[in-house]
């Protein structure tokens, strides 16, 4: 008798621990993915929106526009540099870069002579300049609030990032609280009531973006590591000899002997002869995959055009790697628009996700307190009950906000 208690107590407590080890799940998951949900759901939509903040200058900004057919060929950075240092109003020319898709424009970043910088927008194949465009556009606003919220990016960097450790937290618990979560792929939307549907909008959606999930947090993860000193060596680089005056004239003999000690390099930004670097540089796409531009260059004494030196992504070292890796990986870019779109509507997704999960909860607290579950009770739920938690995201929201005076004046 007391052999079959042995044995069977084990059991007992086997079952009594299954449902409180699920408990604990799911409040680290409900914790992880709720607190800051209102935070999170801000920053995945302007990541969203970054992803395609290029497109948006360009409906915003004519002078971008150029018509496909016109613009093949070979781009002409030698005469687009000497056009902009001619540009009125210009003193000096920092960098160019290679237009975003067939029908966008060369951005040239330019200073005046007060040192505030703009943009001007020259034709790939022709070179002439079509116009000027502000140095605060989408791309740089959604850029800035997405990644460091207009912080100084000491401070806003890691706030940021560390919701990459709380999407990791909620992934991995979600495979354990979703019960054979592999079956939910096809599972329809019910509208049975508001809390049915966003329930299982909040299971659909998350089965489906389960990799894009992972893929943002592991490359939000790196960039709060990074942001902490753990950011892999830079590539390498030209030590400069003396500070050289700024040069955007005569450099086609410059141009012409780096891209013959390059070919194949597809030059996707241009770094001119200034006060940061007495050399050109040209940075590109070559056989390396996803890796940024500077991971591929060649860097050109401008007086006598000899090559000083040309690196190539696939030297890189593993640590060097995963940290080139990680912004073609977090925006979708490296593939045109065939990655971008799919990482825009995933966006999308993701940022839906974020919202449903707050929405759940607050319809989940109406039905407790016997009001009716109903979509706009889920919206204002989302405001009213995380009473601690709302004031801090709010308040990381604004923030982002009132300072996009000081970036758009240029005062930061």
Sequence with gaps: ????????????????????????????????????????????????????????????????????????????????????????????????????????????????????????????????????????????????????????????????????????????????????????????????????????????????????????????????????????????????AAEARPQARGLEPAFGAALAAYPGLEVRRVLLPGKLSPVLQLHGDYEAVLVRPRANAVWVDPATSRVLLTTDGRDMTVHQRIGEMADPLHFGDFGGYWTKIVWFLFGLLLTGLSLSGAAIYSLRIARERGGEARLAQAFAGMWRDLPRWRWLSATLILVGFALLPALIWQLA
């Design 1 to 240: 008798m007391d052999m079959a208690r042995d044995r069977a107590a084990p059991t007992g407590v086997g079952r009594a621990s299954r449902p409180k080890a699920s408990r604990i799940w799911w409040t680290v998951h409900q914790w992880a993915g709720l607190k800051l949900s209102l935070f999170m759901a801000f920053i995945m939509l302007t990541g969203t929106l970054a992803v395609v903040s290029h497109e948006i200058d360009w409906l915003l900004q004519p002078s971008l526009r150029v018509a496909p057919a016109s613009a093949e060929g070979p781009v002409q950075w030698a005469r687009i540099a000497h056009n902009a240092a001619d540009h009125p109003g210009v003193a000096e020319v920092w960098s160019l870069e290679a237009p975003t898709a067939s029908a966008f424009a060369v951005k040239v970043t330019v200073a005046d002579a007060g040192g505030d910088l703009f943009y001007l927008h020259a034709h790939p194949a022709t070179g002439a300049i079509q116009g000027e465009g502000p140095w605060v556009g989408a791309q740089r606003v959604l850029r800035n609030m997405h990644r460091h919220l207009n912080l100084p990016t000491a401070i806003g960097v890691p706030i940021v990032a560390f919701l990459g450790i709380l999407l990791l937290v909620s992934l991995v618990t979600s495979l354990v609280v979703y019960k054979k979560w592999w079956r939910g792929f096809t599972k329809p939307l019910r509208a049975r009531d508001a809390r049915t549907w966003w329930g299982d909008f909040h299971r659909l959606a998350g089965v489906w973006s389960l990799w894009f999930v992972a893929l943002i947090a592991l490359t939000s993860v790196w960039y709060f590591a990074e942001s902490l000193g753990l950011d892999a060596p830079p590539p390498p680089e030209v030590e400069a």
